[in-house]
């Protein structure tokens, strides 16, 4: 089993950055793929980021490339997300999730967090 838990959201302004962290414990963090999700109000779940266990390549949804990053530490077992040039639009509750690999899908992951609130504001 695996436990994630993310921190680090918040209400900002338009323009304003965040850095969301997920501090994972259990089986060993590396050997996770992990990924980011959203989901705004009404609406489903969406991918927003992910990063693979081995090279630790990265892929983003269009609508946040170049604003967000998705970033890993293994030594302390934690997935970060930092999100720079925050829209009103982006205002959801972010989860982290982990799995085999990275796919677009929430259906792909095996373990998720509880999620944490960003809110932009205009």
């Known amino acids: 089993q695996v436990q994630l838990e993310e921190s680090g959201g918040g209400l900002v302004q338009a323009g304003g950055s965040l850095r969301l962290s997920c501090a994972t414990s259990?089986?060993?963090?590396?050997?996770?793929?992990m990924g980011w999700f959203r989901q705004p109000p009404g609406k489903q779940r969406e991918f927003v980021a992910g990063?693979?266990?081995?090279?630790?390549?990265?892929y983003y949804a269009d609508s946040v490339k170049g604003r967000f990053t998705i970033s890993r530490d293994n030594a302390k077992n934690t997935v970060y997300l930092q999100m720079n040039s925050l829209k009103p639009e982006d205002t959801a509750v972010y989860y982290c999730?982990?799995?085999?690999?990275?796919?677009?899908?929430?259906?792909?992951?095996?373990?998720w967090g509880q999620g944490t609130q960003v809110t932009v504001s205009s």
């Open positions: 999730a982990g799995g085999v690999v990275v796919r677009g899908t929430p259906e792909a992951y095996d373990y």
């Open positions: 990063i693979t266990r081995g090279s630790g390549s990265t």
């Open positions: 259990g089986r060993p963090f590396s050997s996770y793929a």
